[in-house]
Nanobody, 116 residues
Framework: QVQLEESGGGLVQAGGSLRLSCVVS????????MAWFRQAPGKRRELVAV???????NYIDSVKGRFTVSRDNAKNTVYLQMNSLKPEDTAVYYC??????????WGQGTQVTVSS
């Protein structure tokens, strides 16, 4: 059974940085791409960033130039480096496969709170 465990969130002031980690455990999970999502209070979960390879990544417009997604295959870990954080980045962040048909059960997520 595949499990996703996110960590690295916290409380940070606007302009600060955080690095999120997503550790994938279990076997039989080889998604085409891995993605980070976020869900703010009262809002739907949204896609934030996707990594297909080290040279093929995509971001939503609101985080371009501030967030960087990467991965370490040897550690089965995907990262999200978040710089110049804004209050509107406040949300619970999750990782999962980019393609819906490849997704597994969601993890608990990690809370990111950015104060103004």
């Amino acid at each position: 059974q595949v499990q996703l465990e996110e960590s690295g969130g916290g409380l940070v002031q606007a302009g600060g940085s955080l690095r999120l980690s997503c550790v994938v455990s279990g076997s039989g999970f080889s998604p085409t791409g891995m993605a980070w999502f976020r869900q703010a209070p009262g809002k739907r979960r949204e896609l934030v960033a996707v990594i297909f390879s080290e040279t093929n990544t995509n971001y939503i417009d609101s985080v371009k130039g501030r967030f960087t997604v990467s991965r370490d295959n040897a550690k089965n870990t995907v990262y999200l480096q978040m710089n110049s954080l804004k209050p509107e980045d406040t949300a619970v962040y999750y990782c999962n496969a980019f393609l819906i048909k490849e997704r597994v059960s969601w993890g608990q997520g990690t809370q990111v709170t950015v104060s103004s």
